[in-house]
Nanobody, 121 residues
Framework: EVQLVESGGGLVRSGESLRLSCTPS????????IAWLRQAPGKEREEVSC???????YYADSVKGRFTISRDTAKDTVYLQLNNLKPDDTAVYYC???????????????WGQGTQVTVSS
């Protein structure tokens, strides 16, 4: 059974950086689009970034210019570099396979457990 595993979250101060990793268990990321989503208490789920099967990238306006998504094919890992973090970025971050084009998907498969990102002011 395919499962995605997120890691790299933590507690940082405003303006600091983190790098999140998404790796597969029982499957592969190669050749597939992968999305990073976040869910904060009381807020709607948001797709913050996505990398397509041909490595085109998508970013939500809220993170554009601060977050960078990338893929390491040799390690079968997708990364999300989070720079200049803000308290509003506090959320659980998940990676998943989008069931639609990057930025337009409404359903996702094989969510992981998520990794908590907490940004203090």
């Amino acid at each position: 059974e395919v499962q995605l595993v997120e890691s790299g979250g933590g507690l940082v101060r405003s303006g600091e950086s983190l790098r999140l990793s998404c790796t597969p268990s029982g499957g592969t990321l190669s050749g597939y689009a992968i999305a990073w989503l976040r869910q904060a208490p009381g807020k709607e789920r948001e797709e913050v970034s996505c990398i397509s099967s041909v490595d085109n990238t998508y970013y939500a306006d809220s993170v554009k210019g601060r977050f960078t998504i990338s893929r390491d094919t040799a390690k079968d890992t997708v990364y999300l570099q989070l720079n200049n973090l803000k308290p509003d970025d506090t959320a659980v971050y998940y990676c998943a396979y989008p069931l639609g084009p990057c930025g337009y998907a409404t359903e996702y498969n094989y969510w992981g457990q998520g990794t908590q990102v907490t940004v203090s002011s």
